[in-house]
């Protein structure tokens, strides 16, 4: 700070900065990319390990016997469902009653914002049946949940005939502490919010629902099963859930010591570990572990049943069965000892979990990055935006080089309005809130006047308003207060800079993958736009690097990471999809994805848009 | 009266002697299958001695009354003691309404003599007295977990005063119950568990069930149906769940060996009278389940507003044990498990939404009577670290505001005392009345967390305390076969009874800061504050000037003359 109180000396700190502005930049660039490619190389990273004593030191014994047995109760199930066209509902209370459960039932219905194409819903009517197994000499103020999503068509019998012969099997131990229900939900997601909204008494989506009759207190974690096949290869386990929310480190390290306890395959993202860390094949396998969750948790949707948990501060994973690595086998009892063991030591569980990490990423299911190892990266790209920041407010506030004359430009001394920068602001923020409502408001209307369904009309309103943004007339302010000028664009840039960096501090606080994807992009642009650089490139470049392009490359690299290569033309009909399920997330889960890019990103990059067609 | 000397040879001679020098002491055991297939024990125990220790009367010859109580009445001025431990929740939907209703936890509440002037600290006292005596941590009710409820808590014994300022009610919604607490439970009883109805008492079975609660209630009754004089009365109760899925190992029979792994063989040679009823109210014809030995004594009583038939073992007969000495009753399920029940009154209770800043307790009050509407006193005493946005109170009933009649609710005081409401609502007939409040959670000082703060903080149980129309009143068909005179009116005299309800306790998460590192904490945080935000408030605030060199003296002086003739200086 000395160096700072030092005029002398802080003018040459200044103008060494402002004087390397740029290769600064650059270098703060790469490092942050390359720290971020050396966050999945396995030396860098930490050995997962079990922070929570009660989970950790206690032995259980997993002994449940009756997978065979599950196994019939989920194909008679998956009759009854046949036979009722959906959800089973008597026949679930009755069984449950007869395992000895507390049953209770929840009506709920939604109509949707506009047709869910991928899932071809939208009137949507359902019931969940769940049932309490009431712990012995327990007041009723802790619980755990075990869930399974009743769908259409032939998947997923396997999970409810698990659940129902776990329920059995765990009603006649006597160890229980906690209450554990048994939940099976109707149309996955909504169902779950349903449920999820009716326990804890909250609408935030306007969901109608029938209140629940029975609780079982706080509850304290909770698993969702997904099971399609009576033998399974692999495990699979799904962490991230709403607004790239992950539970707690812990409930992972669970999973992978019961796996390796009991023997069973497991995977995350659905790749297998490797060992061979230090090959480039080992590499790139656990770089792409590590890209797909960055990947998942940037869409901010949830990407299973589990994920609606988060919000009310209950850990939460799903488990999914894989059938696919052909030579491995794993029958229905072994996965019933794996959650019979897993329930019995979170029922020993004293406190809430929250010994281990909330923030993390994985590049495979034994290693993990911690907030704190992966944040510089994004903290090298921030500070390119401060130091683009400091430059601009160092010219600013230099006086401008006397001419040889002696007579100072006038027009520059002159300081720009706050008009000048206030109305591109607006108009940018005005632009944003039209992407945000028009397409859910105007769909009728489109669907009327074109012949496209409701969702494309959705969807194409949205490309176009975002497009129309493009085109508008960012130069209003010259009506107001003449012409552009010099230190205008420059007080402009600045606002925009410093807004950018907040923007993206903020967001990758919360949700590091979309903070760190979003900077990527938008850093280079907000660095390198001026209205004196070539317009025509730039603008390319610009748009290439806007959020729906960004989106759009997204897409294609995540069907790329999921070794399902699209086409163009496929990769544009997902692309579309995307966007509509984006706008779904957010009005049936309150996903905040949407609303922060159509209200806060794509106004804020509206703003180097204008600055490139300053006149 | 027989003295102590022969009182040991009269056991052997005169078993059954009754009313030893004012002493009494009966004890039974209500064997009450339950609907849901699992079984529910209920003993009691009750010694009676016609004695006085109001009024600073000193009494030191004790017998079958434990010593150890009688002090504590007689030191701290007690008229009325009632103190339970339960551990686990009574399931009204599938149990019923037990024979005494207590919420998980401990619970004591006192009324003491008008005589005593400084109650707090009497109750601070005794609170540490019963602590040591139960084994339990009742040391822990202070200021900031008394409540002195206005209306829900009133004497049961003998005596007129019922100012509320004599009352003190606590619970400890986190103490766990175990066999430390049996223990001295059972050191109380005049036989201990050697003999009579106490030898089931094994801890080992007793742990082993679905609910377990015990209890004492002192009380002063009547001597006889004069009541020019006052007797007092203990109670010592003992509920006991077990659960068919549990301990019968899938086979729909229960004995008294396998619930309590003990088969009785004597009654409490002290006691005037020992019996085991079983209530065979559900099964008249033996279809539901299967009694043996089959006995004839049957006997009838109004329990609950409902009239229970009772088959009755007398175990005071020596003809009650049979030939091989011994009795262990047998119950063989004949039927599957039914349904939920439909009881006329219950209640559950619950914490709404999300996040740790706010939050709403609803508590669902259900009446289930087809045509009566019965007001309740609903009574609620939540911690003050939960702040209660009183104004925020709502009582629906039917999707209609439901005005409560009378409402007396205390304010809490930061760590001194915690909120009391208690409110007396009508609940209209078969329907659902939600009483909704909204709270913020407090942050607390660091040391004021508890060693777990990560579980969460406990809200005691609410209680409902209600008159509840009884089901014989309800009974309005006339196709029963009783006589025409007794059936014209439809109310009773037994037209309506008492039934206390105790909610679920709450476990509520407050913000909790991250323990594991204060002192890295502290010290980054106040390294962060000096250096950094020192120096740049420095830097900020600090104007910076390019200092001249001093002028010389001849220069300064100058300046002076200069200044003198209002000159400019130099």
Known sequence: MGLLSDPNRRRALISLLTRLNSPICVVCYMAGVAWFMGLAFEPFTLRTYMSENAMGSTMVEERFPAGERALTTGREFSAHKKKAGGMPVDWLVKTMQARGLEVFTQRFSRKLPFPDENKERYMVKGTNVYGILRAPRAPRTEALVLSAPCTPGDSNNQAVGLLLGLAQYFRNQIYWAKDIIFLVNEHDLIGMQAWLEGYHHTNTTGMDWSPLQGRGGSIQAALSLELSSDVITSMDLVLEGLNGQLPNLDLANLFYAFCQKIGVLCTIQGKLQRNDWDSVSGYSHSVQTMMLMVMKQASGRPWGDHGLFLRYHIEAASIKGINSFRQYKTDVTTIGRLLEGMYRKLNNLLERLHQSYFFYLMPSLSHFVSIGYYMPAFGLLAVILLLRALDLWVQLATPPPRTEDGITDKEQVSSPGVLSVLTPLVISHLTGVALYTLPIQFQEMAVEQFPVSETEAVVLTAIGVYTAGLALPHNTHRLLSGEGTEQGWRVLKLVAVLYLAVLLGCTALINFSLGFILALTLVPVAAFVTPHVPKVLSAFILVILSPACTLLFSVFFFQELQELPVSFQEGWLLYLSVISQGILDHFLYGSLVYPLIALLVYPCWLLFWNILFWK | ?570
């Open chain 2, 1 to 570: 009266c027989a003295t102590g000397i022969n009182m040991q040879a009269a056991h052997w001679l005169a078993p059954r002697m009754t009313r030893q020098c004012g002493n009494d002491f009966q004890e039974e055991l209500v064997i009450r299958p339950l609907h849901s297939g699992d079984i529910y024990a209920s003993f009691q125990f009750r010694t009676v001695w016609e004695t006085d220790f109001m009024r600073g009367n000193k009494v030191s010859h004790y017998r079958l009354f434990p010593k150890s109580l009688g002090q504590v009445i007689s030191k701290f001025s007690v008229r009325e003691l009632h103190i339970s431990f339960t551990q686990g929740y009574w399931r009204t939907m599938q149990w019923g309404q037990p024979f005494q209703p207590s919420p998980p936890g401990a619970e004591l509440w006192v009324w003491f003599q008008d005589s005593v002037t400084d109650v707090d600290g009497t109750w601070k006292e005794l609170t540490n007295v019963l602590s040591g005596i139960f084994c339990a941590s009742l040391n822990f009710i202070d200021s900031t977990n008394t409540v002195q409820p206005s209306a829900s808590f009133k004497p049961l014994g003998i005596g007129n005063e019922t100012d509320h300022r004599f009352l003190r009610y606590a619970t400890l919604p986190r103490e766990i119950v175990c066999t430390e607490n049996l223990t001295p439970w059972k050191k109380l009883l005049p036989c201990g568990s050697k003999a009579g109805l106490a030898v089931l008492l094994k801890s080992e079975k007793l742990f082993h069930s679905s609910f377990h609660s015990q209890a004492v209630h002192i009380r002063p009754v009547c001597q006889d149906w004069q009541c020019k004089t006052t007797s007092w009365e203990l109670r010592q109760t003992l509920n006991v769940v077990f659960d068919l899925h549990n301990s019968a190992q899938g086979k729909r029979e229960w004995s008294l060996f396998k619930m309590f792994s003990r088969t009785l063989t004597e009654a409490c040679p002290l006691a005037s009278s020992s019996k085991i009823y079983i209530d065979i109210t559900d099964n008249p014809q033996g279809e539901q389940f299967e009694v043996s030995p089959a006995t004839p004594l049957l006997s009838q009583a109004v329990v609950l507003g409902d009239r229970r038939t009772f088959s009755v073992y007398d175990l005071t007969q020596q003809i009650t044990f049979g030939t091989v000495r011994s009795l262990n009753l047998l119950i063989r399920w004949k039927s599957s498990e039914g349904d939920m029940l439909r009881p006329l009154l219950h209640a559950e209770r619950y914490v709404a939404g999300y996040g740790l800043q706010t939050g709403e307790i609803h508590t669902l009050m259900y009446n289930n009577h087809p045509y009566r509407s019965f007001p309740v006193l609903l009574l609620d005493s939540v911690p003050w670290y939960l702040r209660l946005y009183i104004h925020t109170l709502t009582v629906t009933s039917k999707g209609k505001d439901n005005k409560p009649s009378y409402i007396h609710y205390q304010p809490s005081k930061d760590r001194l005392r915690p909120h009391l409401l208690e409110m007396l609502v009508q609940l209209p007939p078969n329907s659902v009345t939600e009483v909704t409040v909204q709270f913020e959670r407090a942050l607390l000082k660091w040391t004021e967390y508890t060693p777990d703060p990560n579980h969460g903080f406990y809200v005691g149980s609410s209680v409902i305390s209600s008159l509840v129309p009884s089901i014989v009143a309800m009974d309005t068909n006339s196709t029963r076969e009783r006589p025409l005179f007794s059936s014209f009116f439809p109310c009773k005299e037994e037209s309506s009874y008492f039934v206390r309800v105790y909610t679920e306790p709450l476990l509520v998460n407050l913000p909790t800061p991250d323990f594991s590192m204060p002192y890295n904490v502290i010290c980054l945080t106040c390294t962060v504050v000096a250096v950094g935000y020192g120096s740049l408030y420095n830097l900020l605030t600090r104007s910076f000037q390019i200092e001249e060199p001093s002028p010389g003296l001849a220069k300064r002086i100058a300046n002076i003359i200069r200044k003198m003739r209002g000159v400019p200086p130099l």
